[in-house]
C-alpha cells in the first residue's frame, strides 16, 4: 500500500518546473516514488502519473511465488516511436475507407434531394 504525502517538492531544470509528491510505503515509510501534480502545459500527459522509483520496489512474481527487487527485473517493451507510428499507419489506413462512406453518404442524400 502506498500514501502519498502533503509536503511537495518542485523539481526545476532550465525552464521545465514540475510539483511532484512523494509516494511513501505505508509499511517501512520508505519514498518508492513519485506523483507528478503539476507541469508545463507542454508536458500535461504527465499529471497525475506515479512514477516509481524500481530500486526501492519488491515485485511478488505470481507463477513462481518469490519476491525479487524490481531493479533486478527486465521488461521487453517496444519503443513509444515505433507505437505510435504503428498506431498513425493504422488510423491513415482507416481513414480511406471513412472518406469514401463520406462521399458516397453525400451522393446519396444529394441524389435522394434531387428525387424529391
Known sequence: M???THGQKT???GHL???CSNLKCI???CVVGVVVNSTPQHLDVLRSVFILYKTSINCYILNSKRT???SKLTFDF???GTT???LKQQVEALSVPV???RKRLSERSTSSETCD
Open 17 to 19: 518546473i514540475c510539483i
Open 68 to 70: 525479487v527487487k524490481a
Open 99 to 101: 472518406s469514401l462512406i
Open 78 to 80: 517496444e519503443p513509444l
Open 11 to 13: 523539481g526545476c531544470t
Open 2 to 4: 502506498l500514501s502519498i
Open 27 to 29: 509499511g517501512c515509510h
Open 84 to 86: 505510435i507510428n504503428n
